[in-house]
């Protein structure tokens, strides 16, 4: 302890930026997440061919100066549709990250607050919760209102709600444990304040740190809900409608499943790195 | 003390049944109370008025909604998991065969996932800061990163159409022993690498733990070397988050099983999920939910449970 | 130096015991203590107690599961906070922990800032901090820097300035020093005890440490497995102790000497 | 000749020095004490000499252990020495036993290492340890684990561990700190016996002269990772020539228990521990010390003899300031 001191002065006098900077897993993280962000963004816009343009005269061409990575089976440049399916990728994992973040968070913080009936109640909801993992939500929802984009969200978003609770919870029990809450609800400050000052400050990094390590899984789970065809309909392109529909001509053309699967593994890779930079960050902070 | 842990497990499945009935109220009520009645939804745009009506109460759905909830559970408590709106067939039969499949490929990714994580989470923390602990981490970080999908569709193209050394869809059944094992090979390490990656890092950082705790420094005080205190004193006490792991993964293996299912076409509960999803045969689908749920439920239970025998701080307390 | 500051009448505090039979964990079986106004009042007590217990009652922060607390003769337990107003700008609490009593993330402007923000204390802000400072001998460039750039020592100092901030006519010191260096521990008790006689300040001492509690207190208060087995003024109680306990206590403390081969 | 001999040992973490060119030497059966505040070295320099080091720091100069070097040699080797002829007692009694493992095995266990005693023989020896440190029913507290003791009593069975293998040396880093002060001075007084019985040397570190006064007949002084002064009991405590022990002194004998102090201004060192490798260059007290000079930019050597002081400006040996 006294040991490590001298290393938590010399890690604060260099700034953030050089920290992040030293830091390989959130450098790396950061770069492979910001040129999938910038390229969902780009392809809002602008792609080479678009990603539904279908060209007969040009199915299953191998790599070309024309197109870079290849068509698929009617035609449609592959990399058009790598980038189009980046902006369902961002959608897909931000909003359901979001979305259990959103009800995770609070109920998190409110269970260990309060160790009344409430909490305990919020904890068994979350047990129930958490027996149904993603997939099972999504087929849930694709048997009673049809698989769409917006089910997955949904679908993740509900499973990852557990996690969430407990992650927030055991995160803020740890600040509502230290003296310095103690000596604020003796000068007076009421709970949602002291939330506001110090749970959510607190607790910050090691929740940005499990969105991003979820961002990541949701991804995982996007990608084969999209293969099983639990979620985005083709003829919109994901990377996990691109693998199915490629599977079929594996024995042929088998590099139509490689781009997919490469995309998948980097944007996975990006945001797991990015969470475990986050948390290294913290924890050379001496992780308080 | 004794009588304290049989009150714990007592309480503990007090607890997955409570889980279990309040799991099933949601998938049942989240099934029935849709716009249009499963008739209509079966019988699909030739449904005329009044063979919906027939349909409606040839499959009891006439009856009041709790009524119906009541007819489902009672059947599952005794077994009786209905009969399938498409097929007609009965609903329990078919999941015992599924069974059959996806339960022997869990275990065998199981079994992979374990050979090739503790080693592997071992080595990268025995060798930390050295080249071979940075190149275990380096590939257990590729290897969570990698999708079952692509596992399995990278595994297909590689050993079963390149090579031909495994099947590379469908399933012989188990009278043919060897045959069902050699299709569930290629499908089991799709799953298995992936998690053998995870827990690879889960070891690693709960070994890397032990190694940094002050009893392990007492243990070599009194003459065990370092690999020696860790075997006795410490991998017990790492076991502790890494059961854990194995649960979630236990559960996330389930739940991969259903993908890797269909890239190599084995007729598991995960395909028969997909199927009846596609066929809106709504009453399947609630079984395997509840198949599902009860599996991960009670893996997370048995997880709860081994705390108790791991650490004897946990005994006797809740 | 009449009337009493805070009291306790008949407290008793128990908790669900962590179990699960429905026993319950007394932490503290009928006390009643008076902390008289102008007082130092020293709690000696080892782990178990029930001395944070005692501390957390004393600052309205837990119910008592039976008697009263009382504030200048008026009854705070079982109150509603809001009428808890004047009760907490007056009464305020040094911990132990100089690590996990100052919020690390928070400027020490703020740390300072926020009981005034909170009590709705209405000063100039800055000017305030800077006076605070400077009674805990730090200079006013502290202000701009974050808790973890401090030592042990000096957080304490912080953790006083905050505690002094709105002005309180009580002062808890939960072991205050007992985590501090030695070199260190010396300056932080000239500094309490000088700021109890500027200050005007009534002290509860809450510690281990006999020899410190006699240092400082003028009436101790002998807490042990959650009752009070002996009350006094320091130096009555230091010269003839009464109780088994208190003599034990006593004879505990090591003294400097030459030990082997010297007796 | 001396059983355990300190040659300008170091311990560094990268660059950085912890503990610099600490010397001392310590005969069979004596007992040192070492003193010092956070960030002294103290602890680091005790298991520098067990060769328990963590893996980030590394150990320059020379430890002799009975005519052998430790610094370097295999931790094969030294996992030989450990238990048998050195053993430890550590600080923290709640983190430093596997919470996993009965006491009575934990304890036995020494003996089935370095005399290949078998599981029942172990058991049998065990719980007479754990008599030796005054269980009063040995035989029920060796089956129990260490969560299920108090803090004393897990220290207790600490001392019992570290006796268990017969040791020649025992290094006991703050054994009393963690305690209750009733619970204190019963592990000081066992400890006294048992080093007493054993005829064992004892190395004592603690942040409190009282301490280690009180058992020991030599006191090492150290700060900012270096020894400052060693001298025997009486010497230091009579006659401190370090300004900085002569301080720590005069702070801690005015707080005696048995001194009215009340209402004067107790002495006190300006300033605050910096923390662990941030100590000032040359003599690590120069910034606190009321007699420092430009002198003070170099380190001191230390002079030779049986009283010794690495200061610039020593006190005067016959001058009574800072005694009680």
């Not at chain 1, 929802?141 to 919870?169: C, D, E, K, M």
């Not at chain 1, 390590?213 to 309909?233: K, P, Q, R």
């Not at chain 3, 009593?101 to 005034?116: F, G, V, Y």
């Not at chain 4, 293998?165 to 700190?177: M, S």
């Amino acid at each position: 302890m006294t040991l490590l001191a001298g290393k938590v002065d010399e890690a604060q006098r260099r700034s953030a930026f050089r920290r992040w900077r030293a830091n390989p897993s959130a450098l790396l993280g950061t770069v492979i997440v910001g040129v999938i962000a910038l390229t969902a963004l780009v392809s809002l816009v602008w792609t080479p061919y678009g990603p539904l343009a279908i060209d007969t005269n040009h199915t299953l061409s191998a790599m070309s100066a024309s197109h870079w990575l290849g068509t698929d089976e009617y035609g449609r440049d592959t990399l058009s549709r790598l980038m189009a399916s980046c902006k369902i990728t961002m959608y897909v994992g931000g909003l359901s990250v979001l979305f259990a973040t959103a009800i995770g968070l609070p109920l998190g913080i409110w269970s260990a607050w309060n160790k009344g009936w409430v909490s305990q109640l919020i904890l068994r909801a979350a047990d129930v919760l958490y027996g149904f993992p993603a997939l099972l939500a999504a087929s849930l929802f694709a048997a009673a209102f049809g698989a769409s984009t917006n089910t997955v969200v949904l679908a993740i978003g509900i499973a990852y709600i557990p996690v969430f609770v407990r992650v927030t919870r055991s995160a803020a029990l740890v600040i509502l444990n230290a003296e310095y809450v103690l000596a604020a609800l003796a000068y007076g400050r009421r709970p949602f304040a002291i939330v506001r000052k110090h749970v959510l400050p607190g607790i910050g990094s090691i929740i940005v740190a499990q969105m991003s390590l979820l961002f990541s899984i949701a991804v995982l789970a996007e990608s084969g809900l999209d293969y099983l065809g639990l979620g985005t309909a083709p003829p919109n392109s994901s990377w996990g409608t691109m693998l199915q529909s490629a599977q079929n001509y594996l024995s042929s053309d088998a590099l139509l499943c490689l781009w997919p699967s490469l995309a998948i593994v980097l944007c996975v890779l990006g945001f797991s790195l990015l969470s475990e930079g986050v948390s290294e960050l913290r924890d050379e902070r001496g992780g308080r | 003390m004794s009588k304290g842990r049989g009150w714990f497990v007592v309480r503990r499945l007090g607890v997955v049944l409570s889980s279990l009935v309040a799991a099933s109220m949601l998938v049942f009520v989240f099934l029935n109370v849709l716009p249009g009645s499963p008739a209509e939804v079966i019988l699909g745009t030739q449904s005329t008025p009044a063979s919906v009506a027939a349909l409606t109460i040839q499959l009891g759905l006439n009856k009041p909604i709790w009524r119906q909830y009541l007819d489902w559970m009672g059947g599952l408590v005794n077994g009786n998991f209905g009969v399938s709106y498409i097929s007609g067939q009965s609903i329990g039969h078919e999941i015992h065969q599924a069974l059959l499949v996806t339960g022997p490929l869990v275990l065998l990714a199981m079994l992979i996932g374990l050979v090739i994580g503790v080693p592997l989470g071992l080595t990268g923390a025995l060798y930390k800061g050295r080249w071979l602990g940075s190149v275990v981490g380096g590939l257990s970080q590729i290897g969570i990163a990698i999708p079952s999908v692509v596992a399995g569709i990278l595994l297909t193209v590689g050993l079963s159409i390149k090579l031909h050394l495994f099947p590379s869809s469908g399933f012989p059944g188990w009278q043919d022993p060897w045959g069902s094992l050699r299709a569930l090979v290629l499908p089991a390490f799709a799953l298995g690498v992936v998690e053998g990656a995870i827990l690879a890092r889960y070891i690693r950082a709960a070994v890397m733990e032990q190694l940094r705790s002050d009893y392990l420094r007492t243990a070599r005080s009194k003459g065990l070397r370092r690999s020696q205190a860790l075997r006795r004193h410490g991998l017990r006490v790492a076991a502790i988050p890494v059961v854990t792991v194995l649960g979630l993964e236990i559960a996330s293996l389930i739940v991969g099983a259903i993908v890797v299912e269909n890239i190599f076409a084995l007729p598991g509960v995960g395909m028969m999920l997909l199927n009846a999803v596609n066929n809106r045969d709504l009453i399947v689908v609630q079984d395997i939910a509840m198949v599902v749920v009860t599996a991960v439920l009670l893996i997370n239970t048995l997880v709860d449970l081994s705390y108790q025998w791991l650490d004897p701080r946990l005994r006797g307390r809740r | 130096m009449s009337g009493s500051e805070l009291q306790l009448v008949g407290v008793s505090k128990t908790y669900p015991s962590p179990g699960w039979g429905r026993d319950e964990v007394a932490a503290l079986t009928d006390v009643s203590l008076d902390v008289v106004r102008g007082q130092s009042l020293g709690i000696v007590g080892e782990s178990g107690s029930g001395k944070s217990t005692l501390a957390r009652l004393l600052l309205a922060l837990e119910q008592p599961s039976a008697g009263r607390v009382l504030f200048r003769d008026e009854q705070i337990s079982g109150r509603a906070e809001r009428d808890l107003r004047l009760f907490r700008r007056s009464v305020q609490i040094v911990f132990q922990d100089p690590m996990s009593s100052l919020d690390p993330r928070m400027k020490i402007h703020d740390i300072l800032a926020e009981p005034l923000r909170a009590l709705g204390v209405e000063v100039d802000e800055a000017e305030r901090v800077r006076s605070l400072l400077e009674s805990v001998e730090l200079p006013p460039s502290a202000a701009k820097r974050c808790a973890f750039q401090f030592s042990g020592g000096q957080r304490q100092r912080i953790a006083i300035a905050r505690a002094l901030g709105p002005s309180p006519s009580v002062l808890i010191a939960d072991e205050a020093v007992s985590a501090l260096d030695v070199s260190v521990r010396a300056q932080i008790l000239n500094l309490l005890s000088s700021l109890v006689t500027d200050f005007d300040l009534t002290l509860v001492f809450i510690s281990h440490d006999m020899a410190v509690i006699r240092h400082l207190c003028d009436a101790v208060a002998v807490l042990y497995r959650g009752s009070i087995v002996e009350t006094g003024l320091t130096s009555d109680v230091f010269r003839s102790p009464r109780e088994a306990y208190t003599q034990e206590l006593l004879a505990a403390i090591p003294r400097i000497r030459a030990g082997r081969g010297r007796d | 000749m001396a059983l355990l001999k300190l040659q300008s040992l170091s311990v560094a973490h990268g660059d950085l020095d912890l503990v610099s060119d600490v010397s001392f030497d310590v005969h069979a059966g004596e007992r040192v004490g070492i003193i010092g505040e956070s960030g002294s070295g103290k602890s680091l320099t005790a298991l520098a000499i067990a060769g328990l080091l963590g893996e980030e720091l590394r150990s320059r100069g020379s430890v002799h252990f009975d005519g052998e070097e430790l610094i370097g040699a295999s931790e094969r080797h030294l996992s030989r020495l450990r238990g048998d002829r050195i053993a430890m007692i550590f600080q923290e009694p709640m983190t430093a036993l596997t919470p996993t493992k009965r006491v009575g095995v934990q304890i036995g266990e020494t003996l089935r290492i370095h005399r290949g005693v078998g599981r029942r023989a172990s058991q049998i020896a065990a719980v007479e340890l754990l008599g030796r440190v005054e269980f009063s029913d040995p035989q029920r507290y060796a089956r129990m684990y260490p969560h299920e003791l108090s803090g004393g009593q897990r220290q207790r069975v600490m001392i019992a561990l570290a006796i268990a293998g017969d040791p020649d040396l025992i290094l006991a880093d703050e054994p009393t700190t963690a305690l209750d002060v009733t619970v204190q001075r019963k592990i000081l007084e066992l400890l006294d016996r048992l080093v007493r019985e054993e005829n064992c040397a004892l190395v004592l570190i603690a942040h409190d002269l009282a301490v280690v006064s009180t058992i020991c007949d030599r006191v090492v002084t150290m700060y900012g990772g270096r020894v400052v002064e060693t001298g025997s009991v009486a010497d230091i405590i009579d006659h401190p020539r370090h300004p900085y022990t002569a301080a720590l002194l005069a702070t801690s004998s005015a707080i005696a228990v048995d001194v009215e102090s009340r209402g004067t201004v107790l002495p006190s060192i300006p300033g605050s521990v910096p923390s662990a490798g941030h100590f000032p260059g040359g003599c690590p007290f120069r910034d606190r010390c009321s007699s420092a000079t430009s002198a003070c930019l170099e380190f001191p050597l230390m002079e030779s003899g049986s009283h010794r002081v690495a200061c610039w400006h020593p006190l005067d040996e016959n001058s009574e300031r800072g005694s009680r």
